[in-house]
């Protein structure tokens, strides 16, 4: 009997605000095993988080929360006023996150489909190489900068700073296999049905049943 041959890997990002994790949510109702560097990310820089006492030796105490967690705040203006920080940053964490990742992915079912959160994909040296296919999720920057700035803790200039710091949209559909555009008026339904095109054409929705 035949071994199942190796699930697909996508890569699928977006900038801030895109509507990117919705989309990955709809590929794990669909069966997809999701990989979401930003949770494995939030998970390092926990209190006790494996990467704090590097970040700690690197930036100081005062990027450590009285938790013992990162002080995200703190860190993200950091970055904002030191050049240097965010490469840094990146240092310590992107080895930590992407040996998670790997290890998440070898759990997967054999055939399943392996989607790969990714915000910053695009400006990753390493990530195109790592994934079959890359998936962006794209969308006007003021859809992403009204969207972000109704989060909790975030206003519009904070969102423009942030949005100014990523990969621009031309950027991420440059190394896009396919893009799914999420405006402002598009329905979850019709961000569904997009999912499922996109699915029908690479081929994904024969993964075996969740189980």
């Known amino acids: 009997m035949n071994a199942p041959k190796p699930g697909l890997k996508i890569g699928l990002t977006g900038g801030i605000g895109s509507g990117k994790s919705t989309v990955a949510r709809l590929f794990v109702e ?10 494995i990310a939030r998970s390092l820089t926990a209190a006790q988080g494996a990467a704090m006492p590097a970040l700690v030796a690197e930036f100081g105490p005062a990027i450590q929360a009285s938790d013992g967690a990162l002080a995200r705040e703190v860190m993200r203006e950091l970055a904002f006023t030191d050049t ?12 930590l996150i ?3 990742a790997q290890a998440q992915a070898a759990a997967a079912r054999p055939g399943q489909t392996v989607v790969f959160d990714v915000p910053l994909l695009a400006e990753s040296r390493h990530w195109r190489a ?3 296919k890359v998936l962006v999720v794209d969308c006007s920057e003021a859809t992403q900068v009204a969207r972000v700035a109704q989060r909790p803790g ?3 200039l904070m969102a423009q700073r942030v949005l100014g710091q990523q990969a621009s949209r031309a950027t991420r559909r440059a190394v896009a296999d396919a893009v799914i555009f999420n405006d402002g008026g598009l329905t979850l339904a019709a961000l569904a049905q997009a999912v499922d095109a996109l699915g029908r054409a690479w081929g994904l929705w024969n993964n075996p049943p969740a189980g």
């Open 30 to 39: 669909r069966g997809a095993c999701l990989v979401d560097t930003d949770a």
């Open 84 to 95: 240097t920080a965010r490469q840094r940053l990146e240092a310590i964490l992107h080895p």
């Open 98 to 100: 992407g040996a998670e």
């Open 130 to 132: 790592r994934v079959d």
């Open 154 to 156: 975030w206003d519009m």
